[in-house]
């Protein structure tokens, strides 16, 4: 079945430093894919998504690019802020099921 | 957006005991999701709803069940609760089966002790 894999983290960075974050995909055909985010205490929030491939999405500076040569989905933002410290999810639809099947996360620490 | 309602937000609990988490949404959203999330784990799928009275087995079922009897509220029940229960489940919502803009609740907190 559609799985994703994400870079383990957290990923410690600076304020105004350049962020990736790795997402690789295994799906049959090419299905929507998305980023969600989930601030501290909080629920997840869809971030972005690109719905057929080279498709770029976008969003509050950050952007992912839909690769199926590389079957990757890697969100980047050029400079991060404190307030970007958060977990973020890779996810796409579930194989034959109307769900989402979710990355485990990668936590962003962003120091002043 | 549909706004999703959690209760409660924090609930302790002892092994064996049945336990209730409610979602409520306002926004008349047909589809309806039960997430855990686990450290290490990410978020897995426990029940869907694509309607009133029609709910869906996702990949961690086991030991839970889920019932919709109204389009705004989607229950999810463990039938006696266990530590491997303690978790912080998510409820979410979404308007149709290939819309994936899911709105999510703030979550609860249930510990099994």
């Known amino acids: 079945g559609n799985s994703v894999t994400q870079m383990e983290g957290p990923v410690t960075l600076s304020e105004e430093a350049f962020l990736t974050i790795n997402c690789t995909y295994t799906a049959t055909g090419y299905p929507s894919l998305f980023w969600y985010v989930q601030y501290p205490g909080e629920g997840l929030q869809l971030l972005l998504k690109?719905?057929?491939?080279?498709d770029k999405g976008s969003n509050k500076g950050f952007e992912a690019t839909y690769r199926k040569e590389t079957t990757s989905f890697h969100l980047e933002k050029g400079s991060v802020q404190v307030s970007d410290s958060a977990v973020y999810f890779c996810a796409l639809p579930r194989s034959g099921y109307s769900t989402l099947t979710f990355g485990k996360g990668t936590m962003l620490l962003v120091s002043p | 957006d549909a706004g999703i309602t959690q209760s409660p937000r924090h609930k302790v609990t002892e092994t064996g005991t049945p336990v209730t988490l409610r979602c409520h949404q306002t926004?008349?959203?047909?589809?309806m999701y039960w997430y855990r999330q686990d450290p290490g784990h990410g978020l897995r799928l426990i029940h869907y709803?694509?309607?009133?009275?029609?709910?869906d087995k996702g990949e961690v079922s086991d030991g839970y069940s889920v019932s919709r009897s109204k389009t705004e509220d989607f229950l999810l029940t463990l039938e006696s609760a266990t530590s491997s229960q303690t978790s912080v489940y998510f409820c979410?919502?979404?308007?149709?089966?290939?819309?994936?803009?899911?709105?999510f609740g703030s979550g609860t907190r249930l510990t099994v002790v």
């Open positions: 690109a719905t057929k491939a080279d």
């Open positions: 926004e008349n959203h047909r589809y």
């Open positions: 709803s694509y309607g009133v009275k029609d709910t």
């Open positions: 979410a919502a979404a308007l149709g089966g290939e819309d994936y803009g899911y709105t």
